[in-house]
């Protein structure tokens, strides 16, 4: 059993997996802004911890996650306001890499997006210039950490079941993959210790996660 933090532990995507985490008997602490949503993360069976990270320091964030083996950042300002996309997706996320790393807590699982690269060919008059530039800057910053990170990069999420299935390849299209099956990779990651280093893109697709995971 491990214990795991997830940052933004109130997003559809980490509801999924905190529920899966704890359903496989890990001790998982979800990172929440709004305390109001703390009953909702506490019936997937984590702990919630009222912690706004965009307005915490690089030390209180550390002291959030001491004792953690694993910190899976799930976060995002949403867009709308590049401000604040900057504030979280760039400033916030790079501050729980260095917390990682003061904390003690080795293992590292971003969820970005598929198409995350500093060349990621985002118009700079487009709305998502502004998300495009933080995850390329927050990406690039965990590159550089010591810890064993690992970036997810799924394509365009949906609210669809999960299906347990997914394809993965240095070639593969941009599709679509439910938000479920994210949590269901993010989970399946943390304890291959070939998924250390690696960027990986996925889409829905026919290869069991696991099998998928084990085999890139």
Same mark, same amino acid.
């Given at each position: 059993?491990? $214990?795991?933090?997830?940052?933004?532990?109130?997003?559809? %995507?980490?509801?999924?997996?905190?529920?899966?985490?704890?359903?496989?008997?890990? *001790? %998982?602490?979800?990172? /929440?802004?709004?305390?109001?949503?703390?009953?909702?993360v506490?019936?997937?069976?984590?702990?919630?911890?009222?912690?706004?990270?965009?307005?915490?320091?690089?030390?209180?964030?550390?002291?959030? /996650?001491?004792?953690?083996?694993?910190?899976?950042?799930?976060?995002?300002?949403?867009?709308?306001?590049?401000?604040?996309?900057?504030?979280?997706? *760039?400033?916030?996320? /790079?501050?729980?890499?260095?917390?990682?790393q003061?904390?003690?807590v080795?293992?590292?699982?971003?969820?970005?997006?598929?198409?995350?690269?500093?060349?990621?060919?985002?118009?700079?008059?487009?709305?998502?210039?502004?998300?495009?530039?933080?995850?390329?800057?927050a990406?690039?910053?965990?590159?550089?950490?010591?810890l $064993?990170?690992?970036?997810?990069?799924? $394509?365009?999420?949906?609210?669809?079941?999960?299906?347990?299935?997914?394809?993965?390849?240095?070639?593969?299209?941009?599709?679509?993959?439910?938000?479920?099956?994210?949590?269901? %990779?993010?989970?399946?990651?943390l304890?291959?210790?070939?998924?250390?280093? *690696?960027?990986?893109?996925?889409?829905?697709?026919?290869?069991?996660?696991?099998?998928?995971?084990?085999?890139?």
């Amino acid at each position: 059993m491990s $214990s795991i933090a997830i940052v933004g532990g109130h997003g559809k %995507v980490a509801l999924h997996l905190s529920r899966i985490l704890a359903g496989q008997g890990h *001790r %998982v602490s979800s990172l /929440i802004r709004n305390p109001e949503h703390a009953a909702e993360v506490r019936d997937t069976g984590a702990t919630p911890v009222v912690a706004d990270v965009e307005h915490l320091t690089t030390g209180q964030i550390a002291d959030r /996650i001491q004792g953690h083996d694993a910190l899976i950042w799930s976060a995002g300002a949403g867009g709308g306001n590049p401000a604040r996309t900057y504030a979280v997706d *760039r400033d916030a996320a /790079i501050r729980s890499m260095d917390a990682a790393q003061e904390a003690g807590v080795p293992r590292y699982i971003m969820v970005s997006y598929f198409g995350a690269r500093p060349d990621h060919g985002v118009p700079r008059d487009d709305p998502f210039f502004p998300y495009a530039e933080a995850k390329a800057a927050a990406d690039g910053y965990l590159r550089g950490t010591f810890l $064993s990170w690992t970036i997810l990069a799924p $394509s365009t999420l949906t609210l669809d079941p999960g299906t347990g299935r997914i394809e993965v390849g240095e070639d593969l299209a941009p599709g679509r993959v439910s938000r479920e099956d994210v949590a269901r %990779v993010a989970a399946a990651v943390l304890d291959v210790p070939e998924t250390v280093g *690696r960027f990986i893109a996925f889409n829905n697709g026919g290869t069991p996660i696991e099998d998928a995971i084990r085999n890139l």
